[in-house]
């Protein structure tokens, strides 16, 4: 079974920093784009930033310049690095990745999600 195992969220005052990790294990020929996401209470789920497999990437306006996307394929891992943290910035954390079983066979799969909080 393919699944991904997010982590590295916690309570972090304003203008700290985190990093957050996200691990896919199982039975993986090749793992295509990578992205987090963040929902925040009452607000919808957001893309904060995307990676793809030769590693270009791309943010929300709201975190250029302070986030991160990195990912390391030899260990089927996906980065976000969190600096100079915002209030506005606190929300459940979500991976998000495109993962090829097999040839011609994908999966779409989120992470549990890792809840970060920026407060004083």
């Known amino acids: 079974q393919v699944q991904l195992v997010d982590s590295g969220g916690g309570l972090v005052q304003p203008g700290g920093s985190l990093r957050l990790s996200c691990a896919a294990s199982?039975?993986?020929?090749?793992?295509?784009?990578m992205s987090w996401y963040r929902q925040a209470p009452g607000k919808q789920r957001e893309l904060v930033a995307a990676i793809t497999s030769g590693g270009s990437t791309n943010y929300a306006d709201s975190v250029k310049g302070r986030f991160t996307i990195s990912r390391d394929n030899a260990k089927n891992t996906v980065y976000l690095q969190l600096n100079s943290l915002k209030p506005e910035d606190t929300a459940v954390y979500y991976c998000?990745?495109?993962?090829?079983?097999?040839?011609?066979?994908?999966?779409?799969?989120w992470g549990q999600g890792t809840l970060v909080t920026v407060s004083s």
């Open positions: 199982g039975s993986i020929f090749n793992i295509n784009a």
């Open positions: 998000h990745a495109n993962i090829a079983i097999q040839i011609g066979r994908y999966l779409e799969l």
